[in-house]
């Protein structure tokens, strides 16, 4: 299974971008999809997720200006970002609870990352 980002880039604050993930391979489902960020020096932490059910949440950091949602008939996931801070710079990973095989649970996979930088 591999999951392919993008869309990062740099923009200016205040701007616009959207992200885009998508899951490839031997898939039979896939459960949970998220996307999470690593900004230099700082921990990996959970931005937005959202379950098959279409749920959604939201670290607080992000609520009311992220977006995420996900097309379940082609095995992606997006991150809408809107009013973008410098603080939101960071590399964007994609993360996906997959299910490959009905004698095994899901698994967990990473994208390989897609940095945004956001210009003060």
């Known amino acids: 299974v591999q999951l392919v980002e993008s869309g990062g880039g740099l923009v200016q604050a205040g701007g616009s971008l959207t992200l885009s993930c998508t899951a490839s391979?031997?898939?039979?489902?896939?459960?949970?999809m998220s996307w999470y960020r690593q900004a230099p020096g700082k921990q990996r932490e959970l931005v937005a997720t959202v379950p098959n059910d279409g749920t959604t949440h939201y670290a607080d950091s992000v609520k009311g200006r992220f977006i995420i949602s996900r097309d379940s008939t082609k095995n992606m996931v997006y991150l809408q970002m809107n009013s973008l801070k410098p603080e939101d710079t960071a590399v964007y990973y994609c993360?996906?609870?997959?299910?490959?095989?009905?004698?095994?649970?899901?698994?967990?996979?990473w994208g390989q990352g897609t940095q945004l930088t956001v210009s003060s």
């Open positions: 391979g031997s898939i039979l489902s896939i459960h949970t």
């Open positions: 993360n996906a609870d997959v299910r490959t095989s009905w004698r095994l649970g899901f698994s967990n996979f």
